[in-house]
């Protein structure tokens, strides 16, 4: 006889979980968090979006972020065989925040899960789920392990999966799909960047294309320390049959742009790279009897546009609302209004993605003379607000990507 441990019990503590378990706290339900590694842990995905500020202000978390020292952003610099163009998110034609920050990652997910902790989540780190048992419609059973291999099992009405590439439900009860874009590449590390240029802005991420390559590009994204994030996006096998290794392989294709070559002259390679591949990923659904999958173990699309941890923290403002109604024995329709409200705004990054891959977006961000209203539109999209209805950019977006995108020149 099983008795529940706990009303809600989240896989992972990254910014979905922890957001999460926050807001359901504040609702007044009893939240457990089992996350697998000890904190501070690396995680890629440095570049927050201003979407992000409205879902850490929702769950009271925003204080806790801006009393760290992250790096101020307020857009998005573009460049191109020494063409440099520049978004200001304050342009936006969205309503709402216009700035965030740029933070090493663990950091800023510590702060979320030790905030999350201060208001009465429970976090049990080094415990790895292995095992989920949904047999019982009002009692969800998961199975931990800890670092001594010890076995646990815990119980709760409602799981939420916010394991993100560790993608724990999708793999154990069969949802993965393939994702609908091609896998890719990254590598990345982080340097001690030494820039002076005098014109370079660190309030803004920098995208590079490489100059021959149009479907290759970069990322550089300052810290607050001296310190930057470097990574470049390749097609899955361009690194295949490359001499060196990762670290020199990045520098070697970092040196080949002319803006990323300048800024970095003098940076100092001082830390190893990591590489990881094919992480675009997808599910078939989003959510089943006793849980909903957030963040990035539901669908994960490309980095490109920093859509990820804004992706993260939509899905769990809404999925928070919606299980809190579910504990109070409403009838909540996941299909509707957690399904299809999330992947509505994932859609129309997707959108934006494709067109970025295949030319089209690129020649729209770089067209010299853009009429300011489209401008705006455009900045919403890269400032996060994909959720915006208002915004004509969101609509028929492929459509209007394609008309744009024809009266602009080409790269
Ligand atoms: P995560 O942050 O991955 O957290 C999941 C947590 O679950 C982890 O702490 C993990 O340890 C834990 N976990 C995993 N398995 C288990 C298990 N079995 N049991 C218990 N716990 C478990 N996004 C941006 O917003 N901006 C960017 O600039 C950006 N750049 C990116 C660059 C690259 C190359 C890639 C691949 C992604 C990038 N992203 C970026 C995406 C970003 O990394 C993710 O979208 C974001 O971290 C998702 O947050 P999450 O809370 O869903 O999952």
Redesign the pocket.
Known sequence: QLTMDTDVLI???????SVAAQMLNRLGHHVVI????QFP?F???????PQCMAFLEAADMLDAVGAENFQFKNGAAFSHAGKLTEFDFRDKFTPGWGTTFQVP?GRF?QVLADTAEKSGVAIHYQ????AANFDNPDLACLT?VDTSGAARNWTARMVLD?????R?LPKLLGLETPSSLPARQ?L?THVEDRITTPNYDRDK?LIAIHPDHHHIWY?L?PFSNGRSSL?V?VPQGFLENREGTPLEMLRDLTFQEPRLAELLADSRFDTPANQ?GG?SANVSRLAGDGFAL????GE?LD?VF???????LKSAALAAPLVDRQLRGQTVDWQTEYEHALRKGIDVFRAYVEAWYDGRFQRIIFEPVQLASVKAMVCSILAGYAWDDNNPMTQRCGKRIAAIAEICPPL
């Open positions: 896989i992972g503590a990254g910014p979905a979980g089992l996350e697998s590694q842990r995680s890629i995905g440095e570049s927050l979006l990652r997910d415990h790895k789920i292995v931990s916010a394991s993100g590439f560790g724990v990254a990345f991420i990322w994204i990574g996006v990881i992480y957030l963040g990035n173990a994960f980095p920093s859509s990820g941890v804004t992706i993260a």
